[in-house]
């Protein structure tokens, strides 16, 4: 089969098509036929910076990037009975962890996929598995979001956040979107009731009483959101487990929760990111898809950080 490797960080370069066995299953597992690869901004981080490689692989090289993919089983483990031969399939494969996604054929634990909805296309269903996940865990699992909750989405018109944003509204929440104003269209269109341009005003000045933020960015994004966020509130921050000690001296101050969060395969979520798919509560959108060989040019696109929703790979 093909598969494209990673000898050593760096540039896209250094991601190379090769051929490789097909992965053997184990007695859990099913193996699948990829039709379509979900790329995300870890996937790039770990190729380009050495320290999330070697946080990730630890010193296993050469390895096979990515987690998300959708494709049909085309052999099942003997302890699999919610699969068949046959099944069209999704998931987020082994995250945290080695997903091996970036092949033609991917051995995946059946308890981290799920199946395809008919109405829904294998870009579609890539598209969803990480970010989905992500949204959904942080907003459900862990804020724990409630009919009436004012919701602020960072990041709005990207991955996670334009998923967020339906999740949020099919919750019941009020949901404040930002994102530049060139999207915020978009952003409205996901069912938002209100967008902010963080290129023209600061949302610290016009926001207050905030049950939850989901926040995508950190940094000065994360500090200024203790500020609109209403006492006993919380934060859920996705991308560094390292608060600063100014934001955690705030909240506390405060008494606002700050909550890091990790995104995990977890068969109770992907059944239930199927479900919203299938009820077309979840709609992804596929901002670019590229052919297998050009994986490189899907990563640059993802470097730009101008992504409306997914990019995905056809293989």
């Not at 090769?18 to 901004?41: H, Q, R, Y």
């Not at 085309?74 to 009975?81: A, D, L, M, N, R």
């Not at 409205?188 to 905030?210: M, P, Q, R, W």
């Not at 060989?293 to 696109?301: K, T």
């Amino acid at each position: 089969m093909k598969a494209i490797i990673l000898q050593k960080a760096g540039g896209v370069k250094n991601l190379e098509v090769v051929e490789m066995d097909k992965p053997t299953i184990k007695s859990d597992e099913v193996l699948v036929k990829v039709a379509t690869i979900g790329i995300n901004p870890v996937d790039v981080k770990a190729r380009a910076y050495e320290a999330v490689l070697g946080w990730i692989y630890e010193d296993k090289r050469p390895v096979v990037l990515g987690w998300d993919i959708a494709g049909e089983v085309v052999e099942v483990g003997e302890h699999v009975s919610r699969f068949k031969i046959g099944d069209q399939v999704f998931g987020m494969v082994r995250f945290f962890g080695n997903g091996q996604a970036y092949a033609e054929y991917v051995a995946s634990p059946a308890s981290h996929l799920a199946l395809k909805p008919v109405n829904v296309s294998h870009e579609q269903a890539a598209a969803s598995s990480m970010v989905a996940t992500t949204a959904y865990q942080a907003l459900v699992d862990v804020a724990q979001i409630k009919r009436g909750d004012r919701v602020v989405i960072h990041g709005a018109s990207g991955g996670v956040g334009h998923l967020a944003v339906q999740i949020a509204k099919h919750f019941g929440a009020y949901v404040i979107g930002i994102s530049s104003g060139k999207n915020r269209d978009f952003v409205l269109s996901l069912g938002a009731d209100e967008h902010v341009d963080y290129t023209a005003e600061n949302f610290k000045t016009t926001l207050k009483d905030i049950d939850i933020v989901l926040d995508t960015i950190q940094g000065a994004t994360l500090l200024d959101s203790v500020d609109v966020v209403r006492s006993k509130g919380m934060i859920v921050t996705l991308p560094s487990p390292e608060i600063p000690a100014e934001v955690k001296t705030k909240a506390d101050e405060k008494q606002v929760y700050v909550e890091f969060m990790m995104v995990a395969s977890k068969q109770e979520t992907i059944l239930a990111i199927a479900q919203l798919l299938e009820a077309e509560i979840l709609k992804p959108h596929i901002d670019k898809a590229f052919a297998f060989d050009e994986i490189g040019l899907a990563h640059r696109a993802l470097e730009t950080n101008h992504v409306v929703g997914k990019v995905v790979v056809n293989v």
